[in-house]
Nanobody, 124 residues
Framework: QVQLVESGGGLVQAGGSLRLSCAASGRTISTYTMGWFRQAPGMEREFVAAISRSGGNTNYADSVKGRFTVSRDNAKNTVYLQMSSLKREDTAVYYC?????????????????WGQGTQVTVSS
């Protein structure tokens, strides 16, 4: 199975940018659809973005479309989430996840493997 470790979170002012990384070990991520989710305090975990095995297809939540970009480097076994024009409502713990399914699914239950999360805090 694959192990996932997120990094790159932190405190940023509204309007700023951050790039999250998700480093995988144990198996190559080229066999997984990869996703990013986030969870704010007291809220359900929500879908942010997903990317296909080759990186040729992506899917985004409406709330981040045009501001966030998901990418992957299968040679480095790493997935990225570039976040720009950050808003206070983007504040959450961000999780990387891996799915054996081919579709760019948005449900958390469709992803089998999860990282521990990285905190992103956007201040006004």
């Amino acid at each position: 199975q694959v192990q996932l470790v997120e990094s790159g979170g932190g405190l940023v002012q509204a309007g700023g940018s951050l790039r999250l990384s998700c480093a995988a070990s144990g198996r190559t991520i080229s066999t997984y659809t990869m996703g990013w989710f986030r969870q704010a305090p007291g809220m359900e975990r929500e879908f942010v973005a997903a990317i296909s095995r080759s990186g040729g297809n992506t899917n985004y939540a409406d709330s981040v479309k045009g501001r966030f970009t998901v990418s992957r480097d299968n040679a480095k076994n790493t997935v990225y989430l570039q976040m720009s024009s950050l808003k206070r409502e983007d504040t959450a713990v961000y999780y990387c996840a891996a799915s054996l399914r081919f579709l760019l699914l948005i449900g958390a239950r469709d992803y089998e493997y999860w990282g521990q999360g990285t905190q992103v805090t956007v201040s006004s």
